[in-house]
Nanobody
Framework: QVELVESGGGSVQAGGSLRLSCAAS????????MGWFRQAPGKEREGLAA????????FYADSVKGRFTISQGGAKNTVYLQMNSLIPEDTAMYYC????????????????????WGQGTLVTVSS
């Protein structure tokens, strides 16, 4: 029982930054782990980052490690994705997700294990 709403997407030049937000109406049983995914047309959904909401442990896919940062704030009901040094390959629809257990890099590879998803916010990076 959780609703996720993303915001913050837009169009930026390569090398620029964006900060995505995910506002959550929490049901604690399914918000132990929250994450960010992206999907470009014709490609599979890709897990990017996850955070354990009770302790703020974070996990990242190699493709974004060092450039993207997931964090939690806003009275613990908002999860952010700070995206720096953006490249055209980052262009995609970005989704926030939540699940009740098993947070980590492995969870980012198991799209079907996530219980709730937001509607997505579009990020476009131009050269």
């Amino acid at each position: 029982q959780v609703e996720l709403v993303e915001s913050g997407g837009g169009s930026v030049q390569a090398g620029g930054s964006l900060r995505l937000s995910c506002a959550a109406s929490y049901y604690t049983a399914v918000t132990f782990c929250m994450g960010w995914f992206r999907q470009a047309p014709g490609k599979e959904r890709e897990g990017l980052a996850a955070i354990v909401t009770t302790g703020s442990n974070t996990f990242y896919a190699d493709s974004v490690k060092g450039r993207f940062t997931i964090s939690q704030g806003g009275a613990k009901n908002t999860v952010y994705l700070q995206m720096n040094s953006l490249i055209p390959e980052d262009t995609a629809m970005y989704y926030c997700a939540a699940k009740g257990s098993l947070c980590g890099v492995g969870a980012l590879t198991k799209t079907n294990a996530w219980a709730a998803w937001g509607q997505g916010t579009l990020v476009t990076v131009s050269s």
